[in-house]
C-alpha cells in the first residue's frame, strides 16, 4: 500500500475511534487472537516534550482465507525531564465508535529509574526500581536487506524511512513460496521516535502504527504522575541482564523506556 494511502486509513481511523484528550509461525484462529496490541516506545530523553495518538490498525488473516481488522489508539507523552507516558487500549471492530476500553498505563521516570504499571480495572499502581542494562550493539543479520526509503514529513518533522525484508522460510524441495516478511519504519531524530511503523508477514498479516495530532509542547504534569485513589503496591527489584539489554533508539545510543 502507498505512504500516502496508508496515512489517510490511519487517520480515518482516529476519526471513527473519537479518542478524547488518548508472531507466530502459525496462521491464527479467532480464538488465538489478542486483546491488545503493542504501541510504539517512546525513548526517555529530556528536553525534547510532546503528546501525540498512536493509531493501531491489524489486519489478521485466518485459516479459512478470511480476514478481519481491528483497531485501537494510544496516548503517548514525555515530558522535559524525559518522563514517559504510553497506554494500551483494547483492540476493537472496524463497527466499533467510541473509546476503546483503556488496560493498562506504563509510566517511567528515567531520572529514578522507577516504571509504573497502573491498572484502571483496579485502581493499582505497580512500581519496580528498573537496573540500566549494559549498552550493547546487535550485529547486523545478513538475511535481512535493508533499503534506505529517503526522508519525508510528518505531522510536520522530518523523518527517515528504512524497509527491511527478509526471507523467514523457504519452499520445501522446490514447492511452494518462500515467506517474505517485511518491516517499514519512519524515524524522526528531532524526537528520537518512530512515527510510523507498518509490519506485514503473509502468515499472520499487517499492523500498522502511526502517530498522529502530535504536539511539541509540555504535557500536563498529572501524565506521570500516579492517579489519586490508586493503590502503589511495590514490585521486587528485577536485575537487567545481558540476555535481555534495554535497547538502544535506532540510530542513537540513547536509552529508551526498558521492557516489560
Sequence with gaps: MPRKTLLLALFFAASLLQFPAQQASQ?????????????????AIPRAPFSATVVIEVQRDWADDSSEIVRTINLIARDSRGRTHNETRRLMPESFHGSPQLLQVRLYDPATH???ILDPALRIARQELISEAPKTTSPENPMVHSEDLGTDTFNGI????????????????GWGKPTVV???EWYAQALQLMLLLRHTDPRVGV??????????????????????GYKIVAVP??????????????GTGTQQEPPL
Design 207 to 228: 499492523q500498522t502504527l502511526g502517530v498522529s495530532g502530535l504536539k511539541r509542547e509540555e504535557p500536563p504534569a498529572s501524565m506521570f504522575e500516579v492517579p489519586k
Design 114 to 116: 522507577i516504571r509504573t
Design 158 to 173: 522530518p523523518a527517515r524511512g528504512t524497509r527491511r525484508t527478509v526471507v523467514v522460510s523457504k519452499p520445501l524441495f
Design 27 to 43: 496462521v491464527p484462529t479467532p480464538q488465538d487472537r489478542p486483546a491488545f496490541a503493542s504501541g510504539i516506545t517512546v525513548p
Design 237 to 250: 527489584r528485577l536485575p537487567a541482564t545481558p540476555a535481555e539489554p534495554v535497547p538502544p533508539v535506532p
Design 182 to 184: 517485511e518491516d517499514e
